[in-house]
């Protein structure tokens, strides 16, 4: 019962406070890749010890002092003359001098009563993000850095969630820490100068989980929701960390209005539930006024809005509509058309056709897609719109093909037994 506990208990603080934990050994150490190798031998060591000894009364405070006496361990090894060596021993105490996020020498820190800093804890955490998103790595790269170290998830739960092998995720999570040693990207929030282009590799990353925890683009799920909840945590740590950036809180907002349908897409066996046949009493109203909330805050910023404000707004007309015929189509097709504008792609494009449908008709909308064939070869989601216009239009045996040109390509087991279906109800 007590190595349950223990071990209930390490994964319990991991998930909270890994990423304060791997930003002050990282700030300390001045080595992003030790301090996430130092944080994960603490992590081993607390698997071993709390279920043996019983959980300390400060669990993060406890993990922080084992990583940092492991970094005090690593630099003697190096050098008993170290320069970093020695003020990490003063930081412990042992030369009567602490700083950082530890204030006062205080003899609880031997037994893992670390004292916070919020302030430091909070340009950590930002600083751990900053890196953890650097545009020297690849999208992939980030993804899986992201949510080891600053969402704490293990190799294995990334590998999961992504439907790739472990030591694929180990190699890129690798890979990564070496390409930023080699890059020498110091580990700092960067300068104001270069903030906003940062910021917003920050939020892609945000977005591409949550999007992957949303619509699963293969395997047997159509919600993967722990991803999802992941990143909608991600995002919220970061409004509270940037809080006068407008598009951080549009992106809570998109996350939190999207998140909000999640009851009722999905039938009792699994299934994807369609828009039209959704029933809006089991859409979660708490996250709908939290998202309405975020989208108002970043309005009140007064510079307009961004990629994710206006894809805030659109989701915002959903959640306020009674029925898909009481929605403003109109107004989503105006916010699609901004949208393209200001961040071009054809799937903007694609959902713009579906929003043209309902507010003008199948055949204004079928020209849009005809014109997106060529940017969306391959994708399972031209033909699939495709087909939709084209049943509407009274021509079944072009929709039979569309949509079975879509079950080819779809990768996802519960969309393409959707597909299937609609290949089926058209006879």
């Known amino acids: 019962m007590a190595e349950h506990t223990g071990r209930e208990a390490v994964a319990a603080v991991w998930r909270i406070d890994s990423a304060r934990i791997v930003g ?3 700030r300390y150490t001045g080595d992003f890749a030790l301090a996430e190798d130092l944080a994960q031998e603490a992590l081993a060591e607390a698997l071993v010890s709390w279920p043996r000894d019983g959980v300390p009364h400060n669990p993060a405070g406890w993990l922080l002092t084992t990583g940092r006496r492991r970094a005090i361990d690593a630099f003697r090894r190096r050098s008993a003359l170290d320069d970093r060596y020695a003020a990490l021993a003063r930081d412990l105490g042992e030369g009567g001098v602490v700083t950082g996020a530890i204030t006062g020498a205080d003899p609880r820190e031997e ?4 004292l916070w800093d919020p302030d430091q804890i909070d340009d950590d955490v930002l600083a751990l993000i900053f890196t953890s998103c650097h545009p020297v790595l690849s999208r ?7 949510l080891r170290v600053v969402g704490g998830l293990t190799s294995d739960e ?10 694929t995720v180990q ?6 820490k070496k390409t930023l040693a080699a890059a020498r990207v110091p580990f700092e929030v960067p300068p104001a100068a270069d903030r906003a282009e940062r910021l917003g590799t920050v939020l892609s990353v945000v977005y591409l989980v949550f999007t992957e925890g949303s619509s699963a683009t293969s395997g047997d799920r159509l919600l993967r929701l722990d991803l999802a909840a992941e990143a909608q945590r991600l995002a919220r740590v970061l409004a509270r960390l940037v809080p006068d950036e407008p598009e951080v809180h549009a992106l809570v907002a998109l996350l939190e209005l999207t998140a909000a349908r999640f009851p009722a897409r999905t039938g009792p066996d699994g299934g994807p539930v369609l828009l039209e046949h959704q029933d809006r009493r089991r859409w979660d109203r708490a996250a709908i006024g939290r998202g309405r909330a975020a989208l108002a805050r970043a309005e009140r910023a007064g510079r307009g809005l961004g990629p994710y404000g206006l894809q805030a707004a659109i989701a915002e007309c959903h959640a306020v509509a009674a029925s898909v015929d009481d929605t403003d189509w109109s107004r989503i097709v105006v916010l699609y058309e901004a949208l393209g504008r200001l961040a071009p792609s054809p799937v903007v494009d694609l959902n713009r056709a579906v929003a043209v449908a309902m507010a003008d008709g199948p055949a204004a909308a079928l020209e849009i897609v005809d014109g997106l064939a060529d940017a969306l070869a391959g994708s399972h989601l031209l033909p699939s719109v495709r087909g939709e216009l084209l049943a509407r239009l009274g021509r079944p045996d072009e929709a ?3 949509f079975a040109r879509a079950v080819e390509r779809c990768a996802n087991v519960r969309e393409r037994a959707l597909l299937e279906g609609k290949i089926a109800a058209l006879g």
């Open 140 to 146: 992939e790269a980030r993804v899986a850095l992201t």
């Open 400 to 402: 039979r093909e569309e």
């Open 171 to 176: 190699a890129r999570i690798t890979r990564a």
């Open 111 to 114: 037994a893992g009563d670390v």
């Open 24 to 26: 002050a050994l990282a």
């Open 158 to 167: 990334i590998a999961r969630a992504f439907l790739v092998p472990t030591a």
